[in-house]
């Protein structure tokens, strides 16, 4: 079994894929000041929730966006299953064109979205990841990277308003009944929710306006399944992209993986 992590802001995603199936997912809460005899701790008990050995683990793959997070994941990786990850970053192959300006910097996290994407749709596509932040990239004809924009996300936005606002409480995020809202809370929620909905399709409309086509849109991350039933686009939902991004770029690496390890 190959074991997939993805280091996010928020939330840890730990998945276990087996025969290019996913066999079980789970997320753990992002904690900077965590060891890596804690974060081994953690991996290994979300490995014993899905009755997993860390002998059944064959090798591991590991993409982070929290610097100061990843070594002690990394480490406690290497403490449960007894060899160091395969870490998504420079020198990785994923079959991209990136053309940013400074490639290096494009988050772990956006590639192995777009490499997941690319597996089962057709360039050119739009791709938006509803998570802490909300991040829309575009990947054209070529599996050319060709950039994208970062908006602050969901939780963000409530988090900043509830806090700046002395009389506004904080809210479950919840699907609004309304638009127009009839008591404070459930125009915070209308704002919040629809209102990330209407930016998602202005968003998507200036930037296919600049690109001069049309695109497939895909969603994923946590906040996803929530928002893009209130977008008016036509999106698609992908809530495993991550796990599967994973899974390609460890099968795209494997090989010079073996040959560095003899």
Known sequence: MLLAIDIGNTNIVIGGIQKEKIAFEARIATDYIKTSDQYGVDIKNVLALFDVRPCDIRDC?????????????RTGVLKVIGKPPMVVGPGIKTGLNIQMDTPSQVGSDRIVIAVAALA???????????????????VGKGNTYLGGCIIPGVRVSLEALTSRTAQLPGIRLDRPRRVIGKNTVDCMRS?????????VDGMLDRVEEELGFSTTV????????????????????????????LNILYQKNAQ???????
């Open 191 to 199: 704002g919040i929710m629809y209102g990330t909905a209407a930016m």
């Open 61 to 73: 793959i590991i993409s982070s966006v929290v610097p100061p997070v990843f070594n002690s994941v």
């Open 218 to 245: 895909i969603a994923t991350g946590g906040m996803a399944q929530f928002i893009v039933p209130l977008c008016r686009r036509e999106i698609r939902l992908e809530k495993d992209l991550l796990l599967k991004g």
């Open 256 to 262: 010079d993986r073996r040959k560095g390890e003899s």
């Open 120 to 138: 089962e749709y057709e360039p050119p596509l739009t791709l938006l990841d509803l998570g802490t932040a909300t991040t829309i990239e575009v």
